[in-house]
């Protein structure tokens, strides 16, 4: 009941935030008249080319792990867990779970899965963490406003913060299993049947699985693949901006793209819902972007990076429910 209120709020919040900006639905369709069907479609080509990207990216992960697993065993994982993260509120635990169960049938560990999921997003933070200090850069060099920096002030030492944590115990595997063998006995004055050995040992067995991911051509090969997500998400975004007729400068678009995403990251609403569509109106239009123009942009984007996969992450799930076929008992030669 809580979590429901507490989504219904945010949801409140971010319309409230969202209509004042839209200046009537009748101006936004007129806009529509004439736009670029050809850049939408672009659009579209681009975003399926952002999930095969950040399907690479997690069985690249994956990989690094010393599991096997095909693109298509992948892909369907990837896309059963955007489904219930994208339906779900605060889903992404929800997501996680329909990933991991997924890739059991695939032959890979839950561990392997679950731990694959996380460094995945880890991984993925760090190149957002990139855009977004590039697209402040640029935002200072055009004299952007004092709330860009402060945001950046804000932010990017938490990312950096929480990067160096991850690599501090990925690297540091004894430090990594000390600090829990010492949460592990302070928690077991209250729940007895936690056992610090056993837990410090499974950090230190999940420290070497992180480092082997976090370093060599493997990290660097992830790190691109995530950077090739995230530029080609955002030029849907941009791409929805040309096609309605306004140039919206590639550097203010990576601005509002990663404070979006980063403040999507709070659980609240499902992916962002309504909260990604009022920040990316709010900074495009501080970026100088008309707020017809902006709010047509921002909705398309939308549209095609939120909901047109569903459909795609819907048949992914049935399928990975499916029971699979009895083995066929072995026959003596």
């Not at 991991?100 to 049938?105: D, I, L, N």
Request: glycine content about 10%; overall charge positive; proline content about 4%.
């Amino acid at each position: 009941m809580l979590r429901r209120t507490i989504y219904l709020a945010a949801l409140g919040v971010a319309i409230y935030l969202l209509i004042p900006r839209i200046g009537g639905l009748e101006r936004n369709i007129r806009a529509l008249h004439h736009a670029r069907l050809w850049l939408m479609a672009l659009g579209v080509l681009c975003e399926a080319g952002s999930l095969a990207a950040y399907i690479a990216l997690y069985r690249t992960v994956v990989h690094a792990q010393g599991a096997r697993v095909g693109i298509l065993g992948a892909g369907q994982a990837v896309m059963a867990g955007f489904l219930i993260s994208h339906v779900v509120p605060g889903g992404s635990v929800a997501g996680t779970i329909a990933n991991v169960r997924t890739m059991e049938r695939e032959g890979v560990s839950a561990r392997t899965a679950g731990l694959a999921v996380t460094l995945t997003v880890i991984v993925s933070d760090i190149a957002l963490g990139g855009l977004f200090l590039a697209g402040t850069i640029y935002s200072l060099v055009k004299g952007g406003s004092v709330g860009y920096v402060i945001t950046a002030i804000v932010v990017i030492p938490v990312l950096g913060t929480l990067v160096g944590l991850v690599f501090l115990f990925a690297f540091r595997r004894e430090l990594a299993g000390r600090a829990v063998h010492r949460i592990a006995r302070m928690l077991h004055r209250f729940v007895h049947r936690i056992d610090a050995d056993s837990l410090e040992q499974n950090a230190i067995e999940l420290a070497d699985d992180a480092r082997a991911v976090l370093s060599g051509r493997r990290f660097v090969q992830a790190l691109l693949l995530a950077a090739a997500n995230w530029l080609l998400d955002v030029s849907v975004l941009y791409l929805f901006f040309l096609a309605v007729g306004h140039h919206q400068h590639f550097g203010a678009l990576v601005v509002a793209y990663a404070v979006a995403n980063l403040v999507s990251a709070i659980p609240i609403t499902p992916s962002g819902l309504g909260v990604v569509e009022a920040t990316l109106v709010a900074i495009s239009v501080g970026f100088g972007a008309p707020r017809d123009t902006a709010v047509v942009a921002v909705l398309g984007y939308r549209l095609v990076n939120f909901w047109l996969p569903l459909p795609v992450g819907l048949a992914a799930y049935i399928r990975a429910r499916r029971p699979l076929p009895p083995r066929r008992p072995e026959v003596a030669a």
